[in-house]
């Protein structure tokens, strides 16, 4: 029996799986990786697997930040937060907050 023989890795890994476990271990092992493949696919197809906003409104970075109203405005008037104001809306580049954070986590 040469190499050649398991040139399909699946037929590697089912007479592998058959030959060190009982039929009901392969049972339960074979649900298992069918309930893993099925989580991973919802993680990508899910929000997980979809690019992140590139720009947040002030609620987004208070919840984020875990920081008050206050706070936040006390940060972006200090300008250690950029910011950008359409109207009457304002928005911060997701980004920029990264950096922000980055930078004082290493000054920290």
């Known amino acids: 029996m040469g190499l050649?023989?398991?040139s399909d890795s699946k037929a590697y890994a089912?007479?592998?799986?058959?030959f060190l476990w009982s039929d009901e271990q392969a049972?339960?092992?074979e649900k298992f990786r069918v309930k893993l493949l099925t989580?991973?696919?919802?993680?990508?197809?899910?929000?997980?697997?979809?690019?992140p906003k590139r720009w947040l409104k002030s609620h987004e970075v208070?919840?984020?930040?875990?920081?008050?109203?206050?706070t936040l405005h006390s940060l972006r008037c200090n300008g250690k937060?950029?910011?950008a104001r359409i109207g009457g809306l304002i928005y911060y580049?997701?980004?920029?907050i990264d950096r922000v954070l980055?930078?004082?986590k290493r000054t920290a």
């Open 4 to 6: 050649e023989f398991f």
């Open 14 to 18: 089912d007479t592998l799986v058959k």
């Open 27 to 29: 049972d339960d092992l």
């Open 39 to 51: 989580d991973i696919k919802m993680m990508l197809d899910g929000p997980l697997g979809k690019p």
């Open 62 to 70: 208070r919840e984020l930040l875990k920081i008050s109203s206050g």
């Open 81 to 83: 937060i950029p910011f």
């Open 93 to 96: 580049d997701a980004v920029e």
């Open 102 to 104: 980055r930078v004082q």
